[in-house]
């Protein structure tokens, strides 16, 4: 039987935007999703968290408990904080705010701190002023690597970060793999996919040169052997009789996956240019929205 949604004690809800801009958010996409989350849920489970809208959204259906994880620690660390050292974090932004310049940015990007407020800053300031708001790590060392955007650092909004900070007393929050976060569910139980999007290749005989590749968020890149594992953990969840949702792009190989599940294609506008031509994803770009059915 599913719970009744409880209100966040205190929080007059209001649509919540995420803190930061992360390549391949949801926000936009928002009113095509929310219609397949259920009214009521039990526990909220999303693995690829990212900016968070898809959960920020719908946060007061959720009467339970929510399992929020991603791979990229720097991204978990600023989630973390903002629950649980918004007294410490405040004043580093601020920080970062008025020593912010060009030169100033790519000492912060050579910078490793260890604490995890000073982690959790680093990381706002330089996803807030990298080009493109872009995360970008190398595959061998895992540093980050996007260059200066040419901005000036706008800190996240205090008021935002205060309600988020409610809204997550009710979270577990891990920098964990996909395959680690979606161990434990029920019925009632909902779950939210968002996985890194694979490479679209162009033409016959250029299968080496995709049209748009990123997915290097983490030093681990998400690939076409992860995807096909988490179809299967999709299929089990189904079995379970847990609802799940996942967004990704519409191609050959995400369809033939999940053969037995509902498939609402659409196109969305990619605001996202890379480095090279080669790399811009296409204005219009093939979207899929896969409902699990159980």
Same mark, same amino acid.
């Given at each position: ?33 929310? $219609? ?85 800053? =680093? ?16 595959? =061998? ?13 706008? +800190? ?5 970060? @205060? ?12 920098? @964990? ?21 694979? $490479?679209?290749?162009?033409? $016959?005989?250029? !299968?080496?040169? $995709? ?28 079995? +379970? ?39 811009? !994803? ?13």
């Amino acid at each position: 039987m599913h719970q009744a949604v409880l209100p966040l004690d205190g929080l007059t809800y209001q649509p919540i935007k995420p803190f930061i801009r992360w390549v391949g958010g949801k926000s936009r996409l928002l009113p095509r999703i929310s $219609p397949h989350i259920p009214d009521r849920i039990r526990n909220y489970y999303e693995p690829f968290l990212g900016g968070g809208a898809v959960f920020l959204s719908c946060a007061t259906r959720i009467s339970g408990h929510s399992y929020l994880a991603d791979l990229n620690d720097h991204l978990v660390a600023a989630w973390v904080a903002i629950r649980d050292y918004p007294a410490e974090l405040d004043p580093l932004l601020d920080w970062y705010s008025a020593n912010d310049s060009k030169e100033f940015y790519y000492s912060v990007r050579a910078a490793n701190p260890v604490s995890l407020v000073q982690k959790a800053a =680093r990381f706002l300031y330089l996803n807030g002023v990298s080009w493109n708001h872009l995360w970008r790590e190398n595959s =061998r060392t895992g540093a980050m690597n996007v260059p200066w955007g040419d901005r000036k650092f706008r +800190r996240p909004d205090p008021v935002t970060m @205060v309600s988020i900070g409610r809204i997550l007393s009710r979270a577990s929050i891990h920098a @964990v793999d996909f395959r680690e976060a979606l161990k434990d569910f029920a019925d009632g139980d909902f779950v939210y996919l968002d996985p890194p999007y694979l $490479p679209v290749f162009s033409r $016959p005989g250029f !299968e080496k040169e $995709p049209t748009a590749k990123f997915n290097k968020y983490t030093a681990k890149t998400f690939e076409m052997p992860d995807l096909v594992e988490l179809a299967d953990i999709c299929a089990e969840l189904s079995r +379970r009789g847990v609802r799940w949702v996942m967004s990704n792009r519409d191609t050959d190989s995400v369809r033939s996956l999940f053969p037995n599940d509902e498939i609402i294609r659409f196109t969305a506008h990619r605001a996202l240019a890379a480095q090279s031509r080669r790399e811009v !994803e296409a204005h219009n770009s093939p979207e899929a929205l896969i409902i699990g059915r159980s």
